[in-house]
């Protein structure tokens, strides 16, 4: 039987350490459980603030790196040492401290930077080769999907009004006008990301703290974040700190492994 998605699970902390620590220990969690079950352990990672509030890994022994596989919820069409790029990012942040294989990280192909059709179709047959041969589902099913949301509500790179957010068959779709700079990005599509096992949105600081409120509390809105309801089993996560969660009235849940 078709079954709704369930509703979202908030976790909301005093502090940015205990966020950070609880994260940790929530991917840790799943990491194990999912490296049980098929040996390897699917992420999709954001950019912007997201891959500081992966700190609590640094150093954590429980972290199997060598079963990860890691690709971008969204990336920027720049070169991979570019200033603007999510892989840049991550790396400086996490990846370059820590001991995962380089061949575990899925970054867009910047030969193809000149042309997002083709940047974006290798990217999807990236995914591809990764899922569809030893799963052949529809689509990908990420163990963990780590989303950040951005002041217009957007998340990844779908932002508000944009076509993309009707895309219903593609695994990874470009833009060429994102209104935040830079302009042309690929992203995974809401298929993709509403198919995962698990997905987490990390929002910190009293700068969220209005669009928080509206994304949970105004779903019906429908900004981009809010779309994001997984399907049935899959479950949402939202670790954010009590900054960001002030003016939210959608129920907090303790938070627990
Ligand atoms: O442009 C982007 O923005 C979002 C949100 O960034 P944040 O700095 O407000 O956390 C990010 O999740 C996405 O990966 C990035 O490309």
């Given at each position: 039987?078709?079954?709704?998605?369930?509703?979202?699970?908030?976790?909301?902390?005093?502090s940015a350490n205990e966020l950070v620590e609880s994260l940790a220990a929530f991917i840790v969690k799943l990491q194990k459980d999912s490296?049980?079950?098929?040996?390897?352990?699917?992420?999709?990672?954001?950019?912007?603030?997201?891959?500081?509030?992966?700190?609590?890994?640094?150093?954590?022994?429980?972290?199997?790196?060598?079963?990860?596989?890691?690709?971008?919820?969204?990336?920027?069409?720049?070169?991979?040492?570019?200033?603007?790029?999510?892989?840049?990012?991550?790396?400086?942040?996490?990846?370059?401290?820590?001991?995962?294989?380089?061949?575990?990280?899925?970054?867009?192909?910047?030969?193809?930077?000149?042309?997002?059709?083709?940047?974006?179709?290798?990217?999807e047959k990236e995914l591809i080769r990764e899922f569809a041969q030893k799963d052949s589902a529809r689509f990908p099913v990420f163990d963990?999907?780590?989303?950040?949301?951005?002041?217009?509500?957007?998340?990844?790179?779908?932002f508000p009004g944009h076509e993309l957010l009707a895309e219903e068959d593609r695994w990874v779709a470009y833009i060429e006008d994102s209104?935040?700079?830079?302009?042309?990005?690929?992203?995974?599509?809401?298929?993709?990301?509403?198919?995962?096992?698990?997905?987490?949105?990390?929002?910190?600081?009293?700068?969220?703290?209005?669009?928080?409120?509206?994304?949970?509390?105004?779903?019906?809105?429908?900004?981009?974040?809010?779309?994001?309801?997984?399907?049935?089993?899959?479950?949402?996560?939202?670790?954010?700190?009590?900054?960001?969660?002030?003016?939210?009235?959608?129920?907090?849940?303790?938070?627990?492994?």
């Amino acid at each position: 039987m078709h079954q709704p998605p369930s509703a979202p699970i908030l976790n909301s902390f005093p502090s940015a350490n205990e966020l950070v620590e609880s994260l940790a220990a929530f991917i840790v969690k799943l990491q194990k459980d999912s490296i049980d079950k098929k040996g390897r352990f699917t992420v999709a990672i954001s950019g912007g603030s997201l891959p500081k509030q992966l700190k609590g890994l640094i150093g954590n022994a429980s972290v199997k790196w060598d079963k990860w596989q890691v690709f971008y919820a969204d990336e920027r069409a720049v070169p991979l040492d570019h200033p603007d790029s999510n892989h840049k990012l991550c790396f400086d942040e996490l990846f370059s401290k820590v001991p995962i294989p380089s061949t575990n990280i899925h970054t867009l192909d910047p030969s193809f930077i000149e042309d997002l059709e083709e940047l974006s179709d290798h990217y999807e047959k990236e995914l591809i080769r990764e899922f569809a041969q030893k799963d052949s589902a529809r689509f990908p099913v990420f163990d963990l999907i780590l989303l950040g949301i951005g002041p217009d509500g957007h998340t990844a790179s779908l932002f508000p009004g944009h076509e993309l957010l009707a895309e219903e068959d593609r695994w990874v779709a470009y833009i060429e006008d994102s209104p935040k700079p830079p302009p042309k990005r690929i992203t995974l599509t809401y298929p993709v990301i509403n198919h995962a096992a698990q997905v987490a949105f990390v929002a910190t600081g009293e700068g969220k703290v209005d669009m928080l409120s509206n994304i949970l509390d105004k779903p019906e809105e429908g900004l981009p974040a809010s779309r994001v309801k997984p399907v049935y089993p899959g479950q949402l996560y939202w670790f954010v700190d009590d900054a960001a969660s002030a003016k939210v009235q959608y129920p907090r849940t303790p938070f627990r492994l």
